[in-house]
C-alpha cells in the first residue's frame, strides 16, 4: 500500500516536472518564431517605404509577404502563449465579421499572392458572423489552396 503511494507521488513529481520542461521548450520555441518574424515584418515595412514608385507587381509580392508574415505571426501568439500553455483548453478570438468584406480580402489576397488564380465570389447578403479571424482565414486558405491542386 505504501509502496503504490510512493510511486504515484514519484509519478506525479514527474509528470510536473515533464509539463514544466515542456512549458519552457515551448516559450524557447516562440521565441524562436518571434523573433524572425519581427524582422522579417520590419524588413517588409522599410522595403515599402523605398519602394513606392515600383511596378504593381513588385508592391503586390511585398504586401503578400506583409500579410504571411502577420498571419503566422497571430498563429504564433495564439498557440504559443503562456496561457495558452497554462490552461487546458484552447480559447479563441472571436469577433463580429461581416463575412463578405472579409471573403472579399482574402479573395484580393490570393489572387496577388498567386496571380492568374481565379477565384470569384457570388454576391450575397451582408452577414455578421462571429468568429477568429486568424484560425478562420487560416482554414479558408488551406480549403482555396487544396482545390486549386486538386
Known sequence: MINRRVDALASGQRADQLAS??????????????TPLAIIQRSAEILGLHLQKEPESVLNRLSTIQSNARQLSGLVDAFLTKETLDSATFTTTREAVAIDAFLRDL????????????????????????????????????????????
Open 107 to 150: 479573395i484580393a489576397q490570393r489572387q496577388r499572392e498567386v496571380p492568374g488564380q481565379n477565384i470569384s465570389l457570388i454576391q450575397s447578403d451582408v452577414v455578421i458572423v462571429e468568429i477568429d479571424r486568424i484560425l478562420m482565414e487560416r482554414a479558408l486558405i488551406n480549403l482555396i489552396e487544396n482545390a486549386r491542386k486538386y
Open 21 to 34: 520542461e515542456q512549458r519552457t521548450f515551448i516559450t524557447m520555441l516562440s521565441h524562436e518564431f518571434r
